[in-house]
């Protein structure tokens, strides 16, 4: 097969790929945009937030290591990645039927063990693609399609309420629609299983590519995983944000999904920006390790203003968590992709996403915590965590692959 033919099919591929991320970025992060608010109208307070945001992110990254091993010895890409995708069509509809916040925190949970299942089968499967389209493009064209969909979804929450009311009956209806993308996405999943039975065939053969000796990741892909547990300190989930918000009277109930929305718009176009710079950093010899820090650094301000008593400053604060967050979200898989063997990258993927959220759960109790105590000790926090994780990554020494 051409080069372009080999390109071709690899870009279908990551469209195909980007349509399960949409649909399915419209479900659940049409639901994360409303939880903060729903939290607060079921009476938790922030440290419960924190803690609930906190704890289903933990459940949805502990469990990730196993399901990247299990990638890597079942090569079931497809299955597991529609098992994780199916969870969303029985955990966000039954939010409707929570009633009170423990409830509420045991569906997130259960929302986030889907994704716990899926994430390295469909990071793995997203970098068989980068070989023919560049690492950095391929993650990013399926996070920008990720973030259309987190764009459109709470939007589509905004309007529910707009139209039934910002009561639990009104929520009830988001959560139950938010159902039908969910069942979109595991639909184009079976298709794209269809097209492609065995996803590895789009990849170049890779019998030469080097790795570790032992099916050992390496110390320098270690050193970059201390870098990203720092940056997951740092940055504060959507629900704390949206308490703080709320709670000073900068953005009523209303407004939170459409402010949540244009931040996750923000995010699929840093992603793409910063795709494009991690291919060419690459193109010209560099690891890709430094333009990660660029981004993190270029975020690393938005605590304090996110948290603070300006409208005005706290909308820049969130377009700031954005960039950090594509930086997390796109680039930061895509090295990994760039440097890992074809053969364990469902482990490793496993063990970057098991770091990165038993951190984020660290820091969201902590920031939860601090904000309880006082909401500018929280700021200064997550950007101090931000800026020291930006400095680990720069100086991980992480090599490129050749």
């Given at each position: 097969m051409?080069?372009?033919?080999?390109?071709?099919?690899?870009?279908?591929?990551?469209?195909?790929?980007?349509?399960?991320?949409?649909?399915?970025?419209?479900?659940?992060?049409?639901?994360?945009?409303?939880?903060?608010?729903?939290?607060?109208?079921?009476?938790?307070?922030?440290?419960?937030v924190g803690a609930v945001a906190g704890t289903g992110e933990f459940v949805g990254y502990a469990l990730r290591y196993w399901s990247g091993t299990l990638v890597d010895r079942t090569h079931k890409y497809w299955a597991i990645t529609i098992a994780g995708y199916a969870c969303n069509?029985?955990?966000?509809?039954?939010?409707?039927?929570?009633?009170?916040?423990?409830?509420?925190?045991?569906?997130?949970?259960?929302e986030r063990l889907g994704k716990a299942i899926r994430s390295p089968a469909k990071a793995t499967l997203t970098s068989f693609a980068g070989?023919?389209?560049?690492?950095?493009?391929?993650?990013?064209?399926?996070?920008?399609?990720?973030?259309?969909?987190?764009?459109?979804?709470?939007?589509?929450?905004?309007?529910?309420?707009?139209?039934?009311?910002?009561?639990?009956?009104?929520?009830?209806?988001?959560f139950a629609l938010l159902g039908l993308p969910a069942l979109g996405a595991v639909a184009v999943l079976a298709r794209a299983r269809r097209l492609y039975?065995?996803?590895?065939?789009?990849?170049?053969?890779?019998?030469?590519?080097?790795?570790?000796?032992?099916?050992?990741?390496?110390?320098?892909?270690?050193?970059y995983l201390v870098g990203v547990a720092l940056v997951a300190i740092g940055l504060a989930d959507w629900p704390l944000i949206a308490f703080h918000l709320e709670r000073v009277r900068l953005l009523g109930t209303a407004w939170l999904p459409v402010v949540y929305a244009g931040a996750m718009g923000a995010d699929g176009l840093v992603s793409l920006?910063?795709?494009?710079?991690?291919?060419?950093?690459?193109?010209?010899?560099?690891?890709?390790?430094?333009?990660?820090?660029?981004?993190?650094?270029?975020?690393?301000?938005?605590?304090?203003?996110?948290?603070g008593d300006s409208l005005v400053l706290a909308l820049?604060?969130?377009?700031?968590?954005s960039v950090a967050r594509a930086a997390t979200e796109s680039i930061g898989k895509a090295l990994i992709a760039a440097i890992v063997p074809r053969a364990q990258?469902?482990?490793?993927?496993?063990?970057?996403?098991?770091?990165?959220?038993?951190?984020?759960?660290?820091?969201?109790?902590l920031l939860g915590r601090l904000y309880d105590l006082d909401p500018a000790y929280a700021g200064h926090a997550g950007s101090a965590a931000l800026v020291l994780g930006a400095a680990v990554v720069a100086g991980s020494g992480v090599k490129r692959a050749t």
């Amino acid at each position: 097969m051409s080069d372009p033919d080999r390109t071709a099919r690899a870009y279908r591929f990551i469209i195909l790929l980007g349509w399960v991320s949409l649909l399915a970025d419209l479900c659940y992060e049409g639901m994360r945009s409303a939880i903060g608010p729903y939290l607060a109208l079921l009476g938790a307070s922030a440290t419960a937030v924190g803690a609930v945001a906190g704890t289903g992110e933990f459940v949805g990254y502990a469990l990730r290591y196993w399901s990247g091993t299990l990638v890597d010895r079942t090569h079931k890409y497809w299955a597991i990645t529609i098992a994780g995708y199916a969870c969303n069509i029985v955990a966000v509809p039954l939010l409707a039927l929570a009633g009170s916040w423990p409830a509420v925190a045991a569906l997130v949970a259960l929302e986030r063990l889907g994704k716990a299942i899926r994430s390295p089968a469909k990071a793995t499967l997203t970098s068989f693609a980068g070989a023919d389209l560049g690492a950095g493009k391929a993650f990013a064209i399926n996070e920008a399609m990720d973030q259309l969909g987190a764009l459109a979804g709470p939007l589509v929450v905004a309007g529910i309420l707009a139209w039934r009311g910002q009561t639990v009956a009104g929520f009830g209806i988001a959560f139950a629609l938010l159902g039908l993308p969910a069942l979109g996405a595991v639909a184009v999943l079976a298709r794209a299983r269809r097209l492609y039975p065995d996803p590895r065939a789009i990849e170049r053969d890779d019998r030469d590519e080097p790795g570790v000796p032992g099916g050992r990741l390496g110390p320098r892909y270690h050193v970059y995983l201390v870098g990203v547990a720092l940056v997951a300190i740092g940055l504060a989930d959507w629900p704390l944000i949206a308490f703080h918000l709320e709670r000073v009277r900068l953005l009523g109930t209303a407004w939170l999904p459409v402010v949540y929305a244009g931040a996750m718009g923000a995010d699929g176009l840093v992603s793409l920006a910063a795709g494009l710079a991690f291919d060419r950093s690459r193109a010209r010899g560099a690891t890709g390790a430094g333009v990660v820090a660029v981004f993190v650094i270029a975020g690393a301000a938005y605590a304090p203003l996110a948290f603070g008593d300006s409208l005005v400053l706290a909308l820049v604060g969130i377009v700031l968590w954005s960039v950090a967050r594509a930086a997390t979200e796109s680039i930061g898989k895509a090295l990994i992709a760039a440097i890992v063997p074809r053969a364990q990258r469902g482990r490793a993927y496993g063990v970057y996403f098991l770091v990165y959220g038993g951190a984020w759960w660290a820091g969201s109790l902590l920031l939860g915590r601090l904000y309880d105590l006082d909401p500018a000790y929280a700021g200064h926090a997550g950007s101090a965590a931000l800026v020291l994780g930006a400095a680990v990554v720069a100086g991980s020494g992480v090599k490129r692959a050749t």
